[in-house]
């Protein structure tokens, strides 16, 4: 009788978690949907397939600096109004106290103009604090599974059912039979309203190059060292560069920072315009070679939206880091490719560098590696792996 009852509840128990996630996929794909739809209306219909904006420096000046007025003032003297990240709201809710809702609007909004105004930033951190606000407000916090699993089902953006289970049940494998429904259906809710269109998709559909001979495979090898070298310094100097603006406490100091930070994205938009954006729709035009960009350039692209990133989230301009980062590191994998072509392929220098960013700047390498294979969809997987390797060694020894 006891077997059949713990059977019957964890059978519910699944049953709710697919029904949360699915909830929360389709709740995130919608804002998802909008937020691309308003990018697409003030930069241009360009920006939502990867490529330059045809706007001029005014109107770039104009529309970045008015959307930071308006994200600085939601912030104005408003602690805790700034949108936390993902391992925030993680934490938050393992907390005793639980999810804190007072300002939960003010975060979304300011979210969601931090996307739409162009910032550097990825959208997993508005994505899953919308769905855990939502969930917190019809469960009343009294199922934390509950909550957990439709943030997981958040994450179906990503197109991966491990990748809620490594983000939120790292910790809690009980949670194995909340996450992996709840992901699969928020993966359904995606795709009933199609919001897996092209976000989180990364290389789909690019072909791969696989290295044929010894001497292919032994100069594969040495790029994605070198690679993931550089990768993993790139991310413990954008962890340094975020600890130095904390501690000058912009925000604290000057209410209308965000705007300052709206006026740079403005002119990289204009001058610069691989460095702004969250990168995922960028990722693929930019390894098909749609973007015609030098190596110094490709390197400067991508260093410049790895202080973007930090200077976004450091400043007001509050979301992910997730797609940013990769993008910024395939950039500069991509560029050290030209400078260096008798070494190794592109697929090794541009995994290999998105595997050491990842692995100096997640605490999870696990996380790391499904992230990797997902957006990268398999391109360059061994080269994903010793990048991983080598950041993990760099973040262990600074």
């Known amino acids: 009788m006891t077997q059949t009852s713990t059977t019957h509840s964890l059978l519910l128990g699944s049953l709710r978690a697919l029904g949360a996630g699915a909830a929360g996929g389709a709740l995130a794909a919608l804002v998802v949907m909008v937020t691309l739809q308003l990018q697409g209306w003030i930069w241009g219909r360009a920006v939502l397939q990867g490529l330059p904006s045809a706007q001029g420096l005014s109107w770039c000046l104009l529309w970045g600096g008015g959307i930071g007025l308006l994200i600085a003032l939601l912030q104005r003297r408003r ?6 990240e993902m391992h925030e709201t993680l934490s938050e809710l393992r907390h005793p106290e639980g999810l804190q809702t007072r300002h939960g609007s003010r975060q979304l909004l300011g ?6 105004g162009g910032g550097s930033l990825g959208p997993e951190a508005l994505m899953t604090r919308l769905v855990a606000v939502a969930s917190h407000s019809i469960w009343r916090g009294a199922d934390r599974d509950l909550i957990a699993a439709a943030m997981a089902g958040s994450l179906g953006l990503f197109r991966s059912p491990l990748l809620g289970g490594a983000a939120l049940a790292g910790r809690r494998w009980q949670l194995l039979w909340r996450w992996l429904p709840a992901t699969l259906g928020g993966m359904a809710g995606f795709v009933v309203f199609d919001g ?16 044929t001979d010894q001497e292919q495979r032994l100069s594969a090898l040495a790029a994605a060292l070198l690679a993931g070298l550089v990768g993993g310094v790139c991310g413990l100097l954008l ?3 975020r600890g130095w603006l904390q501690r000058l406490n ?19 938009l204009w001058a610069l315009p691989l460095a702004p954006f969250s990168g995922e729709e960028q990722l693929r035009p930019l390894v098909l070679g749609h973007w015609q960009l030098g190596p110094s350039l490709l390197v400067a692209s991508g260093l410049v939206k790895l202080l973007l990133v930090g200077g976004c989230l450091e400043t007001g301009w509050r ?3 997730f797609f940013p980062v990769i993008l910024a590191s395939s950039a500069i ?32 390498p696990l996380l790391g590696l499904i992230l990797g294979l997902t957006l990268l969809q398999g391109h360059g997987a061994g080269a994903l792996v010793i990048g991983l390797l080598v950041g993990t060694m760099l973040q262990t020894k600074r």
Do not use: N
């Open 79 to 84: 602690a805790g109004s700034r949108l936390p």
């Open 111 to 116: 979210g969601a103009l931090a996307l739409i």
């Open 196 to 211: 897996l269109s092209d976000l989180g998709g990364g290389l789909h559909g690019v072909p791969y190059d696989w290295p």
């Open 239 to 241: 962890k340094r560069w």
């Open 250 to 268: 912009l925000v604290e100091r000057c209410w209308w920072c965000p705007v300052i930070t709206g006026l740079v994205l403005g002119v990289c």
């Open 319 to 321: 979301g992910g880091q």
């Open 333 to 364: 994998g991509m560029g050290l490719h030209q400078l260096l072509p008798a070494i190794g392929g592109l697929e090794s220098w541009c995994s290999g560098a998105v595997g050491g960013s990842l692995g100096s700047l997640l605490a999870s």
